[in-house]
């Protein structure tokens, strides 16, 4: 049996050889180092694999995290664009008050003049009303050498009497102080038989009528000076084309004449009016009547239109006897309140005081008649 710790001796004397031991712990220590290199190797391999892994993982972060920060700032750039808009939207807001809050100033100011401007009329208005009622002053002047002595006289008895019988078929006069019948050797307007000029004064509308000579038994006379102070009882209530003021002014002189005949003023019943309805009809859809001053009293058709508008009024004074009377009441009124009676406001008047005319309904009668439609 042999000792477990040899002595030096024994040791000594044993043959040279690599001991058990040895070998033993060569292949023990050879397979750990193996065993360490495979181990490190595939540690080696499996990092490497990883690495590779979390490396594109972090590069896909990476983009991600770039597209994020390229969006963000476009967003901010986007931001900030619409900042800047909401600002000038802000500014223009602003602004846009500022001018509503002027207008709503500017707009209250007027209406406060508006209101001032409508009692200022309302006061007019009445006093109009009661200068109305007072008969015009008549006054016969002469401003030629000729002696027209008894034409004065002559003229006076008429308009004294007409002005009565006017009245009652034409109503109260818009505004007439005062009529002057001036004698005088020509007319401003070649062909004229008479003419009559309209003044406003303080007092009241003033019409001075002119006239070369006078015949009480001349009908033409006595036509001219009816038809002319008519116009003047209009005054500035005149309607604004004249087919429209001659039309109802000869329309009305007619009437009139037809009375004064009646009640023994004069002694002949002329017509102005001679046309039939036959005749007024073709006219009426041959022709057109000019809305402007010149234009018509200047047209070669300018009797044509006198005829045709006087016979369209005096239908309408044969469906109502006191249709000029109403019309004129209802035209005075609109204008002592400052309104401007345009063409249409006259259509309008007229069917608002008649239901029809000449066999027809008032509004086709008004809208087919070229009298009441001046182009
Ligand atoms: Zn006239």
């Known amino acids: 049996m042999q000792s477990f710790w040899p002595s030096r001796e024994e040791f000594l004397s044993r043959p040279k050889r690599v001991s058990r031991f040895f070998v033993i712990l060569f292949i023990f220590s050879a397979t750990l180092n193996a065993l360490l290199g495979f181990t490190y190797l595939y540690r080696e391999t499996a990092w490497q694999t990883q690495k590779s892994k979390y490396e594109q993982l972090v590069q896909s972060n990476l983009d991600l995290a770039n597209e994020y920060k390229a969006e963000r700032d476009d967003l901010q750039v986007s931001v900030a664009e619409k900042n800047v808009q909401l600002t000038k939207l802000n500014q223009e807001l602003k602004t846009a008050r500022n001018e509503l809050a002027k207008a709503e100033q500017s707009l209250a100011t007027l209406n406060d003049r508006i209101k001032l401007q409508e009692a200022q009329l309302a006061s007019n208005s009445d006093e109009l009303e009661s200068l109305r009622g007072r008969p015009p002053l008549f006054k016969v002047e002469s401003l030629t050498s000729r002696d027209v002595t008894a034409d004065k006289a002559e003229v006076r008895s008429i308009v004294e009497s007409a002005y009565d019988v006017i009245d009652s078929v034409y109503g109260n006069p818009y505004l007439l102080n005062q009529i002057t019948i001036n004698f005088v050797d020509s007319f401003n307007i070649a062909g004229a038989v008479g003419e009559i000029s309209i003044a406003n004064s303080e007092a009241g509308i003033e019409i001075t009528i002119k006239l070369r000579n006078f015949d009480k038994d001349s009908s033409n006379d006595v036509n001219t000076i009816v038809h002319e102070i008519i116009h003047g009882f209009h005054?500035?209530?005149?309607?604004?084309?004249?087919?429209?003021?001659?039309?109802?002014?000869?329309?009305?002189?007619?009437?009139?004449?037809?009375?004064?005949?009646?009640?023994?003023?004069?002694?002949?019943?002329?017509?102005?009016?001679?046309?039939?309805?036959?005749?007024?009809?073709?006219?009426?859809?041959?022709?057109?009547?000019?809305?402007?001053?010149?234009?018509?009293?200047?047209?070669?058709?300018?009797?044509?239109?006198?005829?045709?508008?006087?016979?369209?009024?005096?239908?309408?004074?044969?469906?109502?006897?006191?249709?000029?009377?109403?019309?004129?009441?209802?035209?005075?009124?609109?204008?002592?309140?400052?309104?401007?009676?345009?063409?249409?406001?006259?259509?309008?008047?007229?069917?608002?005081?008649?239901?029809?005319?000449?066999?027809?309904?008032?509004?086709?009668?008004?809208?087919?008649?070229?009298?009441?439609?001046?182009?």
């Open 235 to 375: 005054g500035i209530a005149a309607l604004n084309a004249p087919v429209l003021e001659e039309g109802i002014t000869v329309a009305a002189t007619d009437v009139v004449m037809r009375k004064m005949y009646e009640q023994g003023i004069i002694n002949f019943n002329d017509p102005y009016i001679t046309i039939s309805d036959e005749i007024a009809s073709q006219i009426n859809s041959s022709y057109s009547t000019p809305s402007g001053n010149s234009s018509f009293y200047s047209s070669s058709n300018v009797g044509v239109y006198y005829q045709l508008a006087g016979w369209s009024w005096y239908q309408l004074y044969e469906e109502d006897a006191n249709f000029f009377k109403n019309f004129n009441n209802s035209l005075y009124n609109l204008v002592q309140n400052g309104t401007r009676v345009s063409a249409s406001g006259v259509r309008n008047l007229i069917k608002n005081t008649v239901n029809s005319a000449n066999s027809q309904s008032i509004s086709d009668f008004v809208s087919s008649q070229i009298s009441f439609n001046p182009s």
